[in-house]
Structures are given as structure tokens and as C-alpha cells.
């Protein structure tokens, strides 16, 4: 059994006429002859059987024909994969989480695809379960080529860009005493119940550290993973929180207090895996994005 004794196949499968099938194929017909010969006797069941002057598949020759198709169509987005990297192109596997791949990524992908020399990249975006220790891991496994992520993980394993997002803000509902100030300093919370991110939360160590700064432990009266959770349930009278700044806030029924003391900056980093060997599209908009990241308002 041959690649083209599989093609030969399909063809024929297609046409139902040996003829036909020879004709596109551009080979003659004791050649395809010969072939389903050949792979009626590997595989020990007959493909085709008569119907006047054409074929027409067995029972057999049906299922064959599912798996030869399938099988060819995976061999053909692989060839034409590694043809698109040998000619400059290829395939970029990215990981994000949602925040940053509902603007930022996208913006970068595009500025990217504008660059002369780049127009035949494809990009796949995956948010894997949004976590950015699920996405890291994905990248430790080679299973993306980098991914863009609010902590930076292992530094002996993951080669990292760190660029600068919109900061933390303390989040309170209307009637609560701190609703009435322009902003806050991180002191001035303690009093007050939190809706915190979990432990399983990716934005967790970048709060706790604000915590630790200012040598104190915030009241936690509930935990949950996603950003926009802690708000809603902020809105609701469950507690203040501290959240990134991001315009949906504005969609909530919330007092929005900026932080000044200490300093509620916030980073996000692109990581790679350090032993990996990029493809060379991947390679260029990583490179393409240390350059442009630091310019950014992410």
C-alpha cells in the first residue's frame, strides 16, 4: 500500500468510472488497475464492484473510503504547513487569557500580518480555561509556542516579555462608606470585607503582594476565579474588591477608586518556552512584540 495507490483510490471512488478517474489522474488505466488490485489484496476485502459500465464502492470500500479521506486530508495540512514555513509563512499556536485576547493579542496579530514579508503567517489563538498556569503549561508542553499570561511562571523554563496593563482599582457598591472618596490608599480597605481571587486565580499573587507591601491581611468573605465574578459580586453588596481597571466596570452599579498608595501598577508578560526551537514565524512576532509591547497601553 502506497500514497498514490490511496489517491488512485479515492479518485476512483469519486468518478465511479475507471476511465474518468485515469483521465484526471493522468495515468492509465491498467495502472489504476493494478493499484485496486493491489489494495484489494493487502487488505483482504474487495473496494469496488460493477454497475454497468461503472464501479461503485462495496460495503468495504465505503469505510475505506472515510479513513483514506481523512487520512489524505491530514497529510495535506501538514504538507502545506511546513511548505508555508520553508517559504517564510507557517503557523503561530498562541495562548492568552481573556482579557488580553479580546484586544490586545488581536492588535498585535494584525500589526503583525501588516509587516511586508509576513502576509502568509496564520495565527491559531487559544484561552485554554482562561488560567494563565493552564497556558504556561500548554507551553511547557510545546502544545503552543507562547502565551500571554499575567504571571510569568518558572524563569529556568520560560524565556519572558513583561509589559505594563491597566492597574488595580478598589471597587465598592453604592451606599458603601468608601463610595464616597475619589480614591483610596490599600490601608484605608482593611476594614472592610473582600470578594478576593482564589487561589486558582491567575491575577491572586499580583493582590496578595499589594497585601504584603503595606504588612497587612485583607477580610476575605468570598473567593472565586474570574475578574469580572469579584465585580458582579462586588455590585451586588458582597463586598468591596480590587479588580483590574477595564471598561465593564462602567456597565456595573459601582464606585470605581483609584489606588495611591501603594502602587496598584500591574504586569503581563509573554512567555516562551526556553529549550523550545520556534518555528521561524514565531519566532519573528515574538521578536515583533518586544518591540512593540513597551509602546502599548494594554
Do not use: W
Not at 112 to 134: M, N, Y
Not at 171 to 179: D, E, F, M, N, R
Amino acid at each position: 500500500m502506497n500514497l498514490d495507490h490511496l489517491r488512485y483510490f479515492k479518485t476512483i471512488a469519486e468518478c465511479e468510472h475507471y476511465g474518468r478517474a485515469a483521465e484526471i489522474l493522468h495515468v492509465s488505466q491498467p495502472n489504476l488497475n493494478y493499484a485496486v488490485t493491489q489494495l484489494e489484496s493487502e487488505l483482504g476485502v474487495p473496494l469496488f464492484e460493477k454497475a454497468g459500465r461503472n464501479v461503485r464502492l462495496t460495503r468495504y470500500g465505503r469505510l475505506f473510503l472515510q479513513s483514506v479521506t481523512e487520512s489524505l486530508q491530514k497529510l495535506d495540512e501538514s504538507t502545506r504547513a511546513l511548505q508555508e514555513l520553508g517559504t517564510g509563512g507557517g503557523l503561530v499556536l498562541l495562548g492568552s487569557i481573556r482579557k488580553l485576547a479580546a484586544q490586545t493579542v488581536p492588535e498585535l496579530m494584525h500589526g503583525f500580518l501588516a509587516q511586508p514579508g509576513q502576509e502568509c503567517v496564520r495565527f491559531e489563538l487559544h484561552t485554554e480555561s482562561g488560567f494563565s498556569r493552564d497556558l504556561l503549561q500548554a507551553v511547557a508542553e510545546e502544545r503552543l509556542d507562547m502565551a500571554f499570561v499575567s504571571h510569568p511562571g518558572d524563569p529556568t523554563v520560560f524565556e519572558c516579555l513583561p509589559f505594563k496593563r491597566s492597574p488595580f482599582v478598589v471597587v465598592v457598591p453604592p451606599g458603601h462608606p468608601l463610595a464616597e472618596k475619589e480614591s483610596v490608599t490599600l490601608t484605608e480597605t482593611l476594614p472592610y470585607p473582600y470578594v478576593y481571587f482564589s487561589k486558582r486565580g491567575g491575577l491572586r499573587p499580583a493582590v496578595d503582594a499589594m497585601f504584603r507591601a503595606i504588612g497587612a491581611q485583607p477580610k476575605i468573605a468570598y473567593e472565586t476565579e474570574e475578574d469580572t465574578v469579584v465585580a458582579g459580586m462586588a455590585s451586588a453588596g458582597f463586598g468591596i474588591a480590587i479588580v483590574p481597571d477595564h471598561p465593564v466596570l462602567r456597565c456595573l452599579d459601582l464606585k470605581i477608586l483609584p489606588i495611591t498608595a501603594p502602587d496598584p501598577g500591574r504586569t503581563a508578560y509573554l512567555c516562551r518556552k526556553r529549550s523550545a526551537q520556534l518555528p521561524e514565524a514565531a519566532s519573528c512576532f515574538y521578536q515583533y512584540c518586544a518591540e512593540t509591547l513597551p509602546e502599548k497601553n494594554c
